[in-house]
């Protein structure tokens, strides 16, 4: 086993504002980002089927020029095209609208059939059952976020520590969502998975922190060095393992491991900037400023 050295950080060269100032400006960024996204699409990030509702349409790749028939077969112009060679088949997708028939699915289906296309199966959801969907997702991520809030409260007791994991634990699940926009990656269920992962990386790591820091003896930079040594290393053994996981299942075409492998791989080095540079810059401020007044 090849052991991961975590390099010795000098904190005392740096002030409390050279600290914050750089996940403070990817904050802003990544929450400009999500802004600009919902003034142009009408949604903070680019919503799935599940979200949206639609068809989704698997047609088999019988070796011929598949695409191309794609493009002509239908009457209106699918939202996503792509392939699974894992599969041997192409996966056609197209977003619900008000206009849409209750058999849109058939229709579809029927158009494949008169293309030449060969249909292996059809998947179709409602519009509103697609916005319940969105709206418990949502709920679900809310209600995570504020439990975990309240027991972090709960833990420290303490205005300045406590809002600092909250923070980097908010940090941690923007970032990843501002990357999904700009890699084109949808807002799906297997998503909403990863986000909410992020959201037990995140305080994992902040509280290592925390109570190293606040509950265990020693110098201040000494507890902060020894809660790196130990953060680091689980941080990075964990990107590694998403890193991977990524690349194989984007190898053999699946999507929805390799979207959170990515979302994964994001969050947890957005966690590591977070927890050792605004987390530790508002621990700084408190035990040697806050605390005197």
Known sequence: MVAIEVPEVNYTEYSNRQL???????????????????????????????????????????????????????????????????????????????????????????????????????????????????????????????????LVFALFRTFVPSIAVVASAFSDLVIPVAVMNLLGIQMTLGTIAALLMIIGYSVDSDILLNNSVLRRTGEFYESVSRAMRTGVTMTLTSMAAMIVMAIVAALFGVDLLRNIGIILSVGLCADLMNTYLLNVSLLRWYKFEGVKR
């Open 20 to 150: 914050v100032a750089v996940p403070l400006a990817v904050l802003v960024l990544a929450l400009a980002i999500i802004g600009g996204w919902y003034l142009v699409t009408g949604a903070p990030a680019n919503l799935g089927l599940e979200f949206t509702g639609g068809v989704e349409l698997r047609i088999a790749d019988d070796g011929g020029d598949v695409e191309q028939q794609i493009e002509t077969a239908f009457d209106r112009e699918p939202d996503a095209v792509r392939s699974i060679p894992a599969d041997d088949v192409y996966v056609v997708t197209f977003r619900a609208a008000d206009e849409d028939p209750e058999g849109l699915a058939n229709d579809l289906s029927a158009q494949a059939d008169a293309a030449g296309l060969s249909t292996s199966a059809i998947d179709q959801v409602s519009p509103s059952f697609a916005a319940d969907t969105a709206r418990t997702a949502i709920f679900g991520v809310a209600l995570a976020f504020l439990g975990m809030s309240v």
